[in-house]
């Protein structure tokens, strides 16, 4: 008796003095001890989470000679449960079924819930499918299973069938439902689930109250959780915990503020969970004086030894621009975990310091997939997309599987270095691995064959994407738009405005640059009307320049400038900047001066505008205005970005500048070039010199013609890879219209395709024809 009353109290103390009892009746008597002696210490010692201890205890009471009864096995299989000891588990089941136990209802409720608490799931079904009578508790028991191992439709499934058989779910049994419910996002099932709770006369408690909450806010019907919450007469910390760290996943932090003031007038001491959310409303509002608050707090009740709480410090502070004061917490952390490095890996990401970024993932004592995704994609918002394939590379290298958000990532990287050959090996990659491919990569995706000028292949993944969104639908316009595309462009559109997607200020950027491309004003200018006729959207600055585009590369010059004096904001340098390219289109110089006027009283200090006045100076052979601009542009420090182009071959990429002579297969590429210019001059190519923008004589300036980057990259294409295989180029800037027309003619001549992807769209050359039909 005195054993079994040290064992109920349930302390480590108690039980040590239990067991101490034990050892002296043992010395005492000269006597093993009774088999209710040991069940007491196995249920005390499982009851307080000590299972190891409960498992020595059963097999010291086996070594003495002292058999197990139906008490036993229930006590022994929690203690296995609650330390997921599976091995021992198993040994237990089989004591069972050799003792002769199986038909013992308590004993296979037990195994039931250790099989599905320790993830077996399929064992704890196979026990319950053989059991001849069931109560609501081997119901329960697998039904939560179902529930913790993300097998939530299976556990509703379950729960009706239970229903059906005419088993009466108890308050366990529905909160395990309703947290089904939850995970499933399934607002009709819930309710169908909660209609049970008044028709089956279950008694609401607040465990279920809580579930209810919590059900409703996934489901996002948050004024009927709010209103069952303001119901609740007994509000405890748990409830008040659910429906605020809900609010804070949703983005309401403002009413989870009201949740917490409430908290305050009720009288509950707000616990960990109470301040993890808190702390991440003032990261969220940018509030640091809420932050500091909350520090105080955690710092007064001693609970900086939590590491959430002091990687939500970390995280809020990072947030709010205290990078030292995140820094000052990470320090005093006596166990920093992954997650602690990580948060100041990305607060230093987030506020535009990518180099101490770099120097605390390489310093990571050890890294997680979400170190390897956080640093991969600060690469790639930084342009870095060579070094964020090569990170990716490394990231295989040591064996750690990437997921969809790293996918992501390499994609849009992919997509930016137009690296066929990487794309479908990144394609092959996620189906291989069976990465889950959501609507956010396979958006990716499709942007990502668009950008490589693989169009088809882009379309392929489009039409295989269910239940597309906008940014789905916008990648799609946008694979059409660089392939010049523009009919099929707004077929598109039109096809998504029948499938009820509304559009966006984003996709008509794309729709409008896909007219550019295309030649259609008409179009154009009926899209750019609708957008505040129809679809109520006020245009950008960015949809004004889009049109600018499209007017001015179409010659209508004046309406393009009356465009810009009618915008209802002022227009940027990036608007008079289309304007001006426009102007060199047209060589209309008279406009182009008045286009240079309104930069200047912009202050803009964009090299590239300037360049882009030199150049038509030089293309109207206005060398004393050429040289003027070009010193002026000396005197600033700035250099012309000069014309370079990439080509994939064998995986490799391979970089040419234009007139440099530099690659290490230069002698066979110039001997190359000039097969190509004899062979093309033959067919009809005459160089137009009006591209070359220096004052040199007409034998130079065909020498720089023919070093333009593009050729370069051409030739060695053509060396390097065999017969039938496109040649895929990429390059910085736009190609120029003696490239063009080189380009046509060599397709021909060689009959390759010949794919070039300049800083404005693709350009698909077969048989002497391009895709853009000579609109460029």
């Not at 179409?554 to 009618?566: H, P, T, V, Y």
């Not at 182009?645 to 234009?658: A, K, L, M, Y």
């Not at 380009?743 to 021909?748: C, E, F, G, Q, Y």
């Amino acid at each position: 008796k005195l054993i079994s009353t040290c064992t109920a109290l349930g302390t480590f103390e108690s039980l040590v003095y239990a067991k101490n009892i034990l050892n002296q009746f043992r010395y005492d008597n000269q006597n093993d001890g009774t088999l209710f002696m040991y069940n007491s210490l196995i249920r005390g010692y499982s009851s307080i989470g000590l299972g190891k201890e409960a498992i020595r205890v059963y097999l010291e009471m086996l070594s003495l000679g002292i058999s197990p009864d139906k008490y036993t096995f229930p006590y022994l299989l929690s203690a296995c449960t609650k330390i997921s000891a599976t091995a021992e588990g198993f040994q237990v089941h089989g004591s069972v079924i050799k003792m002769g136990f199986q038909g013992d209802m308590f004993i296979l409720n037990s195994l039931i819930h250790f099989y599905a608490e320790c993830g077996e799931i399929v064992m704890g079904q196979k026990v319950f499918d053989e059991m001849i009578d069931r109560n609501v508790v081997s119901w329960t028991s697998l039904i939560c299973g179902y529930a913790r191992s993300g097998l939530a439709k299976e556990a509703v499934e379950l729960f009706f069938e239970m229903v059906e058989e005419g088993t009466r779910p108890n308050s366990v049994t529905m909160v395990c439902v309703i947290s089904a419910c939850a995970k499933l996002r399934d607002l009709e099932l819930g309710e169908r689930v909660r209609g049970y709770i008044s028709s089956l006369g279950v008694k609401v408690n607040t465990l279920m109250v809580n579930s209810l909450v919590d059900m409703y806010m996934k489901c996002g019907a948050f004024d009927t959780a709010k209103r069952l919450f303001d119901e609740c007469e007994q509000k405890n910390l748990v409830v008040c915990n659910t429906i605020m760290s809900n609010y804070v996943h949703s983005g309401m932090v403002r009413e989870a503020l009201f949740i917490l003031e409430e908290m305050l007038r009720q009288r509950l001491v707000p616990d960990r969970v109470s301040i993890l959310s808190t702390i991440s409303v003032s990261a969220q509002l940018g509030s640091i004086f809420l932050g500091k608050c909350c520090h105080a707090y955690v710092l007064r009740n001693g609970l900086e030894g939590w590491d959430s709480i002091s990687n939500a410090l970390i995280d809020m502070y990072m947030k709010c621009g205290k990078q030292e004061v995140a820094f000052a917490v990470f320090h005093r952390m006596a166990n920093k975990t992954v997650v602690s490095w990580n948060s100041v890996m990305a607060g230093y990401i987030r506020n535009g310091d990518l180099s101490s970024a770099w120097e605390v993932f390489n310093n990571m004592p050890e890294s997680d997939l979400v170190s390897w995704n956080t640093i991969i994609s600060a690469l790639v918002q930084e342009s870095m997309f060579e070094q964020a394939i090569e990170l990716f590379r490394t990231m295989q290298n040591k064996g750690i599987k990437a997921d969809r958000v790293t996918m992501v990532s390499i994609a849009s990287a992919c997509g930016y270095l137009g690296a066929l050959d990487l794309a479908k090996w990144i394609h092959a990659y996620i189906k291989m691995n069976k990465i889950p491919c959501d609507i956010r990569l396979s958006t990716a995706l499709v942007d990502m064959f668009a950008r490589c000028g693989d169009p088809s292949t882009a379309m392929k993944i489009f039409n295989n994407i269910e239940n597309r969104d906008v940014s789905a639908w916008t990648a799609a316009i946008g694979a059409m738009a660089m392939e010049g595309n523009g009919n099929q462009a707004i077929e598109l559109f039109n096809k998504m405005l029948r499938q009820g997607v509304k559009p966006d200020g984003v996709v008509f950027v794309g729709l409008l640059t896909a007219c550019s491309h295309g030649g259609l004003v008409e179009q154009g200018r009926d899209i750019f009307k609708s957008m505040t006729s129809v679809h109520k959207i006020s245009p950008q600055i960015v949809h004004y320049g889009c049109m600018v585009d499209l007017l001015g590369r179409a010659g209508f010059l004046e309406e393009a400038l009356d465009l810009i004096k009618l915008m209802p904001m002022e227009p940027n340098d990036v608007i008079w900047g289309s304007l001006l390219a426009a102007c060199r289109m047209h060589r209309n110089l008279d406009m182009a001066g008045y286009a240079t006027e309104r930069m200047k009283e912009l202050a803009s200090d964009r090299t590239g505008i300037q360049v882009l006045l030199s150049n038509i100076y030089a293309s109207a052979g206005k060398w004393t205005d050429v040289a003027k601009v070009r010193r002026q542009l000396k005197e600033k420090g700035a250099r012309k970005v000069p014309g370079s182009s990439s080509i994939e071959v064998n995986g490799q990429i391979h970089e040419f500048t234009s007139g440099d002579e530099s690659h290490p297969e230069m002698m066979h590429i110039a001997a190359m070039l000039d097969e190509m210019h004899c062979r093309v001059e033959a067919a009809g190519h005459a160089p137009d010199l009006s591209n070359v923008l220096l004052n040199v004589d007409e034998e130079e300036k065909e020498y720089v013609l023919s070093r333009h980057s593009e050729k370069l990259a051409i030739a060695f294409g053509l060396i390097s890879t065999d017969q039938g295989t496109p040649i895929r180029v990429v390059k910085n800037l736009r190609i120029c219209s003696d490239c063009h027309s080189f380009a046509k003619l060599v397709s021909k001549t060689y009959n390759r395709e010949i794919i070039v992807r300049d800083n404005n769209r693709f350009h698909f050359f077969q048989r002497g024809v391009c895709s853009c039909n000579d609109y460029w």
